[in-house]
Each structure stands twice: as C-alpha cells, then as structure tokens.
C-alpha cells in the first residue's frame, strides 16, 4: 500500500516540494532588499512563513507516518495476539513481520519526508540566500 501511495503521490509531492523550496530561497532573497516593516515587507514575510509552513505539513506528516508504523509491531506484540486463533496468530504474525520494514515515505526519491529533511531544506534556503546575498 505504502508503494502504491509513493507512485501516485510521490511525482505531485516532489513537485511540490520542489517548487516550494525555490520560491522560498527566492522570497527570502527579495525580502532581504525590501525596507524593514513596510507593508511589501510584512505580506512577503507572512509569505514566506506559509510556505515554510506548507512544506512543514508535508514533512511532519510524512514523519508522523514513519513513526507510526515503527511502533506498529511491538505494539501487536504486546497484545494477546496468543489467545487468538490459530488463522488469526497467522496473520498477526505476517503483520508483525512485514512491519519489521520501516514505512518510509519520499518526494520522488530525492528526499524522504521527514523532519529531519524540513532542517536540511532550512539550512539550504539560509545557504542559498547567503550564497546570492554575498554575489550582489
């Protein structure tokens, strides 16, 4: 399930992702030459604050799901799986097995979403911005 969710959402997701990441490096850029607390100012900050938010929904959710399915089997474990039948203790097993597995969610196999990748693409952005801030 977890595959077919990444085929179909994974290339919208990347895209997403993508997109946003650059329009931010480059709403930062602008607001650096735009005065202090004038009105262009606080809408492209208000800005730039959606759409971190924006890619951090993304991430956190993707995240939430990875840490989710980690406690998955020890969770089913912790059961009284015993005392079912022997049809369902089957099955409980092959769950308890395939959840050995971590469910890990990407954006077009380039980043896994995650919190870990929201710090990077913050760095990144900040890196950027310096990179283009120090070239003009």
């Known amino acids: 399930m977890v595959e077919t969710m990444s085929r179909v959402f994974g290339p919208m997701i990347f895209i997403q992702y993508s997109f946003s990441s650059i329009i931010l490096c480059s709403s930062v850029y602008a607001?650096?030459?735009?005065?202090?607390?004038s009105p262009e100012f606080i809408a492209c900050l208000?800005?730039?604050l959606?759409?971190?938010?924006?890619?951090?929904v993304i991430c956190m959710s993707g995240n939430r799901v990875t840490l989710e399915f980690a406690d998955l089997g020890p969770e089913m474990y912790n059961t009284n799986w015993f005392l079912l039948s022997i049809n369902a203790q089957k099955h409980v097993a092959m769950m308890m097995m395939s959840s050995v597995k971590p469910i890990i969610f990407s954006c077009g196999h380039v980043a896994i979403l995650s919190l870990e990748s929201f710090k990077r693409l913050l760095k990144l952005s900040y890196t950027i911005y310096n990179v283009v801030q120090q070239s003009t």
């Open 50 to 56: 959606c759409m971190f938010f924006q890619i951090f």
């Open 46 to 48: 208000v800005y730039i």
């Open 31 to 37: 607001l650096s030459q735009m005065v202090p607390f």
